[in-house]
């Protein structure tokens, strides 16, 4: 069956810019997962949905980063004013239930210059 | 304090042999759940192997499998008969179920390189 899919898979932006990032979870998942992958920091959590709670938003690093979740499924994390400092894979997953394993996506390689 | 943390940046192992990578944990949470992914140079991650706190038994996945110690708050990854396609980033995450975080907390990563 389908993965996870995200888009772009990669996105190279001026400083200062606003991105937007997509997330296609798997079917039937109702936890999703956004994290960043950069050379400094490893692995860092972003954001966390699950069903129709309140996400968890407590690892977004700044005001600039926001995501949301429209009809359960699909998820945009967006970013605004971008810095050099948010040049990051970012890497969505989902799972059927939080708890349960999490499936990741390709990711999408953020270039900010 | 780390909640995850490896402490082995990188290994080496030969084909055919048996490699343990290590990885201990922090939390007061008395429900967790522990986990391995491998990520190759592709960049995906890729799920390996899932081991509860309450599990009484350890957890095997194939040649995957996971020497949990409880009391010493490990969760060690054995891989056996290592194969040239192992040699991938693998990393320990943990999930806390009651007080902690519901995503996941990842340690920094072993780089385990498979040799001919």
């Known amino acids: 069956g389908a993965g996870v899919s995200q888009s772009p898979s990669n996105k190279v932006t001026e400083k200062g810019k606003d991105v937007e990032l997509r997330c296609d979870p798997i079917?039937?998942?109702?936890?999703l997962y956004w994290y960043r992958q950069s050379l400094g920091q490893g692995l860092e959590f972003l954001i966390y949905?699950?069903?129709?709670?309140?996400?968890?938003k407590s690892g977004l690093p700044s005001d600039r980063f926001s995501a949301e979740r429209t009809g359960g499924s699909v998820s945009t994390l967006t970013i605004q004013r971008t810095q050099q400092e948010d040049s990051a894979v970012y890497l969505c997953a989902s799972s059927l239930n939080e708890g349960y394993e999490q499936y990741f996506g390709p990711g999408t390689r953020l270039t900010v210059t | 304090a780390q909640k995850i943390t490896q402490t082995q940046p990188g290994m080496f192992v030969q084909e055919k042999e048996a490699v343990t990578l290590d990885c201990t944990y922090d939390?007061?949470?008395?429900?967790?759940?522990l986990f391995w992914y491998k990520q190759p140079s592709s960049g995906e991650m890729i799920f390996l192997i899932y081991q509860g706190s309450y599990d009484q038994q350890n957890a095997t996945e194939g040649r995957y499998s996971l020497n949990f110690q409880k009391a010493r708050k490990s969760a060690n990854l054995v891989i056996s008969a290592s194969q040239l396609g192992d040699s991938a980033m693998y990393f320990c995450?943990?999930?806390?179920?009651?007080?902690?975080?519901?995503?996941?907390?990842f340690g920094s990563g072993t780089r385990l390189q498979v040799q001919p």
């Open positions: 949905f699950q069903g129709n709670s309140a996400p968890d």
């Open positions: 939390t007061s949470d008395p429900s967790y759940g």
């Open positions: 995450a943990m999930r806390e179920g009651v007080t902690g975080r519901r995503a996941l907390t």
């Open positions: 079917s039937g998942h109702t936890a």
